[in-house]
Structures are given as C-alpha cells and as structure tokens.
C-alpha cells in the first residue's frame, strides 16, 4: 500500500498569503495519478487537482498543483476566505487507493 | 449535473452488515466506477472500493473481505454491504464517481453518517 504523508499538519495563514502545502508518497505514483481534495466542515470532499497538475472543472487559477514520483505540492497562490479548509492528497494510480492525513488552513 | 445521494440505516448493530445505497442522477450507471470512501469521525479519508456496471470490482484489504458492492441498473443505483461491523466502523460513508482513469474521483455524494452501536 502507498503512504502518503502531507505535511505541515496545519498551516496559519492570512487572506492575501500563499499557501504550500506538500504531499509525499512512499513509493513512486504511477502515472503521476495524485489528486487534491478541499473539504469544508459539514461537506464532502471536492475535487481541486487531478494527475497532479491539472486544474478540474471551475476551479479558480490561483490553486496550482505540481511534482512527480514521490512529491507534490498544491500552491494556492492568494488565499481568498473561501480557501479556509482541509486539503487532502490521494493517489489513484495503484490499488488500494489511498488519503494522506490532510492539511488544515485556517485564518492566523 | 451529476448528483449522488447516500441513503441507509444511521444506526447499525455490532456483528450485523451495514447496508447503504448511492442513488445517481445526471449519469448512466452503465459508465463510469462507483465508489465508496468513508471518514470516521473527525479523522480522515479511507477509500473502500469500487465497481463498475459490469460487476468489475476491487475491494480495500484493509477490510478484510467484509465489503461488496453491487449495481442495479433498472434503478440507476449501486450498493455497499459491510459485514460483521464494529465500533471502528462508525464514519461518514459517501459515494463518489471516478470519471476517468486519468480523471479520478469527479463527483460526491453529500455523505452519511452510520454510528454502529448496541
């Protein structure tokens, strides 16, 4: 099975501010199949970033994702109040499919 | 617009099977793979399985054989039975679209959250 390990657990930020937030892997992901997902309290997860650059449907320009094999980062690059939530990473190219723990952004 | 919904018991015995159904509207049930992914309580996310139309499935073995799935066309819907279910499988249970390969998990359901409890 494929670890992911997100890290930092928590990231304080103010509006404005970019965020980093990086997802590692403990073997290489094949075919770069790692997805980003934003979830707000009370609300299913939804989809940010798919083979791990590429933007899904309606999702605004300042989030970003990039990496290979092992480590990925999803930038969002100003940080809009909306944005406040827990991110988290999934690798989708080997069976079982697996979720890091998640990054909680929330308002400094 | 694709939309799942999640329905089921929210209270389920120990050793008995939890039994939940995703009903999809906006898709063909004939496309596509189904999921179930579930979250404990203010924890993160376990992927359970998936299947497609044609019975094609794949299970976490983490669960150890206790989960299948199943699909009913007529009804546009497919299922999650989880056996011998105990405290640990208390969690929020949602249905998930993976639209493509390459695409990944597309489209959630809002969830459900089945407490297992005597």
């Known amino acids: 099975e494929i670890v992911l390990t997100q890290s930092p657990d928590t990231l304080s930020l103010s509006p404005g501010e970019r965020a980093t937030l990086s997802c590692r892997a403990s073997?290489?992901?094949?075919?770069?199949?790692l997805a980003w997902f934003q979830q707000k309290p009370g609300q299913a997860p939804s989809l940010l970033i798919y083979?791990?650059?590429s933007r899904a449907t309606g999702i605004p320009d300042r989030f970003s994702g990039s990496g290979s094999g092992t480590d990925f980062t999803l930038t969002i690059s100003r940080l809009e109040p909306e944005d406040f939530a827990v991110f988290y990473c999934q690798q989708y190219g080997t069976s079982p499919f697996t979720f890091g723990p998640g990054t909680k952004v929330d308002i400094k | 617009q694709v939309q799942l919904q999640e329905s089921g018991p929210g209270l389920v015995k120990p050793s008995e099977t939890l039994s939940l159904t995703c009903n999809v509207s906006g898709a063909s049930i004939s496309s596509y793979s189904w999921n179930w992914i579930r979250q404990p309580p203010g924890k993160g996310l376990e992927w359970i399985g998936y299947?497609?139309?044609?019975?094609?499935?794949n299970y976490n073995p983490s669960l150890k054989g206790r989960a299948a799935m199943s699909v009913d066309k007529s009804k546009n819907q497919f299922s999650l039975n989880l056996s011998s279910v105990t405290a640990a499988d208390t969690a929020v249970y949602y249905c998930?679209?993976?639209?493509?390969?390459?695409?990944?998990?597309?489209?959630w359901g809002q969830g459900t959250l089945v407490t297992v409890t005597s």
């Open positions: 073997q290489r992901i094949n075919g770069n199949y």
């Open positions: 083979g791990a650059s």
């Open positions: 299947i497609y139309y044609s019975g094609v499935s």
């Open positions: 998930a679209r993976v639209r493509s390969t390459w695409y990944g998990i597309d489209c």
